[in-house]
């Protein structure tokens, strides 16, 4: 069962008691969308349909659906939306350090290794990361405000254009450029990478993403 966690305004800082809602996923099993109690809140000034919806793998089946981002209504009049960091699934070390240990999505389907993708990106710090459905002309497939991600889903090595389109988008927006990729990348992307210090990672067979350049490693250099 879900427990509440404190939560506190962004506007006037006055804490509140926030109960996770839980949703009936399609096998019956209940999905909670698990707010940690650091979690940060952010003003919602205007909704968009886009942004109201997050990505929740349900922990019986493993089917991920969409569920409504986590809110709270503060009587300053200040509606706040919540970091829904329970989506990563956290696991914390017995001495109550780090971040704990990162809990992947089992890939199946192309989806699934968006959403894997956009758990890790969030379980590296980058939060407030979402999917961009569908594939953005630039080759995103996630964002947010300090990071663009590219997934490649095929069985075939994800090439040098690929990694120079994402860079090249990363570049404009002034974020951070992350690639992932099912198969592997070819000789080329590797190198341009390296180059470009465009962070490298490829899923491995229990969906949990490896670095493979050294940029990728100076992001998660903590792995085990």
């Keep these: 069962m879900p427990q509440s966690v404190p939560v506190r305004c962004p506007a006037c800082r006055r804490e509140h008691s ?8 399609s096998c019956g099993a209940p999905v909670t969308v698990t707010v940690l ?33 986590p ?12 970091t829904p960091g329970g989506i990563l699934d956290f696991e914390e070390p017995p001495d109550g350090t780090g971040r704990g240990v990162f809990r992947p999505v089992t890939i199946r389907t192309a989806h699934d290794a968006v959403v894997c993708a956009a758990q890790f990106l969030r379980w590296l710090g980058h939060q407030q990361v979402r999917t961009v459905a569908p594939r953005a002309s630039g080759g995103v497939d996630l964002r947010g405000p300090s990071v663009a991600g590219l997934v490649d889903p095929t069985t075939a090595p994800t090439g040098q254009r690929e990694v120079e389109t994402l860079w090249l988008h990363a570049l404009s927006e002034g974020v951070l450029p ?30 949990t993403p490896q670095p493979v350049n050294d940029p990728a490693d100076a992001l998660y250099p903590d792995r085990t």
């Excluded at 926030?18 to 996923?25: E, G, I, S």
């Excluded at 809140?41 to 493993?62: E, L, M």
């Excluded at 809110?71 to 919540?82: H, Q």
């Excluded at 198969?183 to 067979?205: I, K, S, T």
């Design 18 to 25: 926030f109960l996770p809602p839980a949703y009936p996923c």
């Design 37 to 69: 109690p650091d979690s940060a809140a952010v003003p919602v000034p205007f909704r968009t349909w886009a942004g109201a919806w997050t990505d929740v793998p349900c922990t019986a089946c493993g089917r991920t659906g969409q569920w409504p981002q």
């Design 71 to 82: 809110e709270f209504d503060c009587p300053c009049g200040t509606r706040a939306r919540l």
């Design 178 to 207: 992350v690639a992932f990729s099912l198969a592997g990348f070819d000789r080329q992307a590797r190198a341009r990478a390296d180059e470009l210090m465009v962070p490298l990672f490829v899923f491995d067979l229990a969906g």
